[in-house]
């Protein structure tokens, strides 16, 4: 965390970013990137509807914010904070919908990486915690069905 | 089988998409939720003919991404049974160097299906 605060904040000398963290997984993420970040930044968080709670009636829609950001982003350099990056869906929208409102930059940094699940390329992954293989992570804000966010270390979930 | 079609809004290609299984339907549904474009099975690519040029063998990916120029192949096979696609993805691969394809295996679709929480028995 302290390297990643270390780089971040070279990178951003000068700049006060905005640390934009989607909501919920990687609260605890952003809480301790902020913490390591030792220059002025503000922090705001967003929340998509996910695919599961859009598709829950069976119908068939498009994804939607649930809470937008309390700030603008206009002319400011915004830095999503991300749990994880798998197919870079998520991040894909949200990069395309911040960038409808001009902001000065955009780039992402991520927790857990896993370039090799990619669909979109595309990306301005910037930061990168660890690329991790293909296993399921709880503890640290990953939850399964809502539990397990509030362990404090990441742990490799075991299916029996 | 007869799958449910429904009215995609990120659907780039001209006639319907009639889906082979219910994986390749919630791929689809995912990738039109996060409103990445896409097209269903648009290219057959050649992978070998005979001597009078007629062909033996071709390989039709199941979706082509045009924001990513990316083709890419979903299989629900077990792992230890997709050695023929390999097989004829790394031919694809070979013939036409500059096509983008990504295989997603039976994992990758398990994965997908414990994120968003997608329905694939079928």
Same mark, same amino acid.
């Given at each position: 965390?302290r390297?990643?605060?270390?780089?971040?904040?070279?990178?951003?000398?000068?700049?006060?970013?905005?640390?934009?963290?989607?909501?919920?997984?990687s609260?605890?993420?952003?809480?301790?990137?902020?913490?390591?970040?030792?220059?002025p930044?503000?922090l705001?968080f967003?929340?998509?509807a996910?695919?599961?709670?859009?598709?829950?009636t069976g119908?068939?829609?498009r994804?939607?914010?649930l809470?937008?950001?309390?700030a603008?982003?206009?002319?400011?350099?915004?830095?999503?904070?991300?749990?994880?990056i798998?197919?870079?869906?998520?991040?894909?929208?949200?990069?395309?919908?911040?960038?409808?409102?001009?902001?000065?930059?955009?780039?992402?940094?991520?927790?857990l990486?896993?370039?090799?699940r990619?669909?979109?390329?595309?990306l301005?992954?910037?930061?990168?915690?660890?690329?991790?293989?293909?296993?399921?992570?709880?503890?640290?804000?990953?939850?399964?069905?809502?539990?397990?966010?509030?362990?404090p270390?990441?742990?490799?979930?075991?299916?029996? | 089988?007869?799958?449910?079609?429904?009215?995609?809004?990120?659907?780039?290609?001209?006639?319907?998409?009639?889906?082979?299984?219910?994986?390749e339907?919630?791929c689809?549904?995912?990738? &039109?939720?996060y !409103?990445?474009?896409w =097209?269903?099975?648009?290219t057959? #690519?050649? +992978?070998e $003919? &005979?001597e009078? !040029?007629?062909?033996? =063998?071709?390989?039709?990916?199941? #979706?082509? +991404?045009? $924001?990513?120029d990316?083709?890419?192949?979903?299989?629900v096979?077990?792992?230890?049974?997709?050695?023929?696609?390999?097989?004829?993805?790394?031919?694809?691969?070979?013939?036409?160097?500059e096509?983008?394809?990504?295989?997603?295996?039976?994992?990758?679709?398990e994965?997908?299906?414990e994120?968003?929480?997608?329905?694939?028995?079928s």
């Open positions: 965390m390297e990643l605060g270390r780089e971040i904040a070279r990178d951003y000398e000068g700049k006060e970013p905005m640390l934009v963290a989607p909501l919920k997984a609260v605890v993420f952003a809480a301790d990137l902020s913490r390591a970040l030792p220059i930044h503000e705001d967003i929340e998509l996910s695919y599961a709670s859009g598709a829950d119908g068939h829609g994804i939607r914010l809470k937008d950001l309390d603008e982003i206009a002319g400011r350099n915004v830095l999503i904070v991300e749990d994880v798998d197919t870079g869906l998520t991040l894909n929208y949200l990069c395309k919908t911040l960038s409808l409102r001009d902001p000065g930059s955009l780039a992402a940094a991520t927790l990486d896993r370039p090799y990619r669909l979109v390329e595309d301005p992954v910037r930061y990168v915690g660890f690329t991790v293989p293909d296993e399921l992570f709880v503890g640290y804000g990953f939850d399964l069905q809502e539990r397990y966010r509030n362990l270390d990441l742990h490799v979930l075991q299916k029996s | 089988m007869i799958l449910e079609t429904p009215d995609f809004q990120a659907y780039r290609g001209q006639e319907p998409p009639r889906f082979a299984n219910k994986a339907l919630e689809a549904k995912v990738l &039109d939720y !409103g990445v474009p =097209e269903y099975e648009p057959t #690519f050649v +992978l $003919e &005979d009078d !040029g007629r062909v033996v =063998e071709a390989f039709k990916p199941d #979706f082509y +991404l045009p $924001e990513q990316l083709y890419v192949e979903v299989t096979m077990k792992q230890s049974l997709v050695t023929r696609k390999n097989r004829k993805l790394r031919k694809l691969r070979e013939r036409y160097p096509v983008r394809v990504k295989l997603f295996y039976k994992r990758d679709i994965r997908l299906a994120r968003y929480q997608l329905e694939l028995a």
